[in-house]
Antibody, heavy 117, light 107 residues
């Protein structure tokens, strides 16, 4: 079955760029759309954006100017870059597959990223 | 942006009881609503999609209903493993996809 695993630095300095990677196994990354969702500590879920291997992307308007999501088909991975981070970007970041019907399933285990001043 | 409001914030029940969770949308999303379960320290898991369809492997005690702006997740008889936080999510009007703030089902 499809499995996802996030990786990247757990600490990013304020004003810098957060970079995470999601490794996909169990399916070719070209077969589905892929998405990122985040969850600040103790709070709810916020959709960040999605991507397709051919370059199609769609981002949350609230983050649009700072977000880039890309696919690396050679490594069966996709990535998230979030620029100019602040403390408000501290969260657990999840990657997930966008299954047919546009629902998110399954999800990676998540990775906590803290933004320090 | 569609705002999803979940109620109650916390539901205190005992194993074997019936749980009824509500999700209200600020405008119609048709039947394009899903429910996710999140246990402590874990990633969310898709339970119900398109209002009433159970995802693969989800027990029959979970059911969803509703349309338009009012939706319900029902757990017919709570098992110990069902105590968790539940989120609704819409894709009826996006971007962005939006989530409710969650309902915690506690013992």
């Amino acid at each position: 079955q499809v499995q996802l695993q996030e990786s990247g630095p757990g600490l990013v300095k304020s004003s810098e760029t957060l970079s995470l990677t999601c490794s996909v196994s169990g399916a070719p990354i070209t077969s589905y759309y892929w998405t990122w969702v985040r969850q600040p500590p103790g709070k709810g879920l916020e959709w960040i954006g999605y991507t397709y291997y051919n370059g199609i992307t769609n981002y949350n308007p609230s983050l649009n100017s700072r977000v880039t999501i890309l696919v690396d088909t050679s490594k069966n991975k996709f990535s998230l870059k979030l620029s100019s981070v602040t403390a408000a970007d501290t969260a657990v970041y999840y990657c997930a597959r966008v299954r047919p019907g546009n629902w998110f399933d399954p999800w990676g285990q998540g990775t906590l990223v803290k933004v320090s001043s | 942006e569609i705002v999803l409001t979940q109620s109650p914030a916390t539901l205190s029940l005992s194993p074997g009881e019936r749980a009824t969770l509500s999700c209200r949308a600020s405008q119609s999303v048709g039947t394009l609503l899903a429910w996710y379960q999140q246990k402590g320290g874990q990633a969310p898991r898709l339970l119900i999609y398109d209002t009433s369809n159970r995802a693969t492997g989800i027990p029959a005690r979970f059911s969803g209903s509703g349309s338009g702006t009012d939706f319900t997740l029902t757990i017919s008889s709570l098992e110990p493993e069902d105590f968790a936080v539940y989120y609704c999510q819409q894709r009826g009007n996006w971007p962005p996809y939006t989530f409710g703030q969650g309902t915690k089902v506690e013992i």
